[in-house]
């Protein structure tokens, strides 16, 4: 027993180990087992939706905090295998098949016959079976039961796949006492004592046996984020998928969007390209006349990037499509009148 726990959470550990000081066969749903501290929940879990959504099964055990409510608060409860969890004061709870939320709901509901407008926090303290976590732009993400030996690809069938508009990759994170991620690119994090990859989904999925379907382990956060784009505005609009690559350049762009119009005023065209950690945007001027004659340089747009290209005014566009029609029209009228008159 003390092998695995040293395997295991502090959060499992005091669990498995105050289930075998009981032994006299109480469960912890019965017997509320000594107050946790509020480190105990285990490190890396990702997301509050997902935490909340998490649907509670037997043997799952959750740590309930009602600070006005001494016999419930920092104890842990388990579920028993009827699906059911009993409390002081609230009694039984169909718990089974039951999210944290949803059991955060009914606890705040059953105390508020006791306590005015009770804070009620359930955080699950030991799963039923060793979790990986599934978190972005999956089909249903959320936390998902490891039984036995998972790769990947298995796991990423089990939640569904990906959403139409997912990135073309994503990442994968271990905590250390799982050992480091088995592959070439995976980094380490000493200071927060993890292994980390990213992972590409054309390699993973269009090749035989990738070395990237790599063995799940417990704990291990999945994770990919909505498609990165780049985007068009003013002459013309659209958005543009970077797909896997880094970056596109604005010929690129134009090309994917079919050109630009006559009016869009190309040597005044500008890049905003977001700011780290601001909601501002950095102004980047662009000369796309010289760009597209072959003067300049190409230019990289990275994700999320907005290429702005100002289009003339609506007389000036007027004028300008005049002239395209009138002056060949002139042209072929002087043309026309020379032979004649030879």
């Not at 979790?131 to 936390?143: C, E, M, S, T, W």
């Not at 269009?206 to 984020?225: A, F, G």
């Not at 005014?313 to 395209?324: C, D, P, Q, T």
């Amino acid at each position: 027993m003390m092998n695995d726990c040293i395997r295991r959470p502090l959060a499992v550990c005091t669990v498995v180990l105050l289930s075998a000081l009981q032994g006299n066969g109480q469960s912890l749903g019965q017997t509320p087992a000594q107050p946790q501290t509020a480190t105990s929940q285990p490190p890396l879990i990702p997301g509050e939706d997902i935490r909340l959504n998490y649907i509670l099964g037997p043997n799952d055990q959750v740590l309930v905090r009602v600070p006005v409510a001494e016999e419930v608060n920092e104890k842990v409860f388990r579920v028993d295998d009827g699906g059911n969890i009993s409390l002081p004061l609230v009694g039984v709870i169909r718990a089974g098949n039951m999210t944290v939320r949803q059991l955060e709901a009914e606890l705040t509901k059953r105390l508020s016959a006791y306590y005015r407008s009770p804070q009620v926090t359930v955080t699950v303290v030991q799963y039923r079976s060793d979790p990986v976590f599934f978190v972005g732009a999956f089909q249903k993400p959320g936390i998902y039961a490891l039984q036995g030996k998972k790769t990947l690809l298995e796991m990423i069938s089990t939640v569904g796949g990906l959403q139409p508009n997912a990135s073309r990759r994503l990442s994968v994170t271990r905590r250390a006492d799982w050992g480091k991620i088995p592959l070439a690119a995976a980094k380490d994090d000493a200071e927060r004592k993890l292994s980390a990859v990213e992972i590409s989904l054309t390699q993973l999925m269009e090749t035989v046996n990738p070395e990237e379907d790599i063995l799940l382990q417990p704990y291990d956060v999945v994770r990919v984020s909505m498609e990165e784009m780049v985007y068009l505005q003013g002459s013309k609009t659209g958005a543009f998928p970077l797909g896997e690559r880094s970056s596109l350049s604005v010929l690129q762009v134009i090309s994917m969007a079919g050109g630009l119009p006559p009016e869009a005023k190309l040597d005044k065209a500008v890049v905003l390209r977001p700011v780290m950690d601001t909601a501002r945007r950095a102004e980047i001027p662009v000369d796309l006349k010289s760009v597209m004659a072959g003067r300049s340089n190409d230019f990289p747009l990275l994700p999320n990037d907005v290429l702005v290209v100002p289009q003339r005014s609506s007389k000036g566009a007027v004028f300008e499509r005049l002239l395209w029609v009138v002056i060949p029209s002139v042209v072929s009228a002087a043309i026309v009148a020379g032979v004649y008159r030879r």
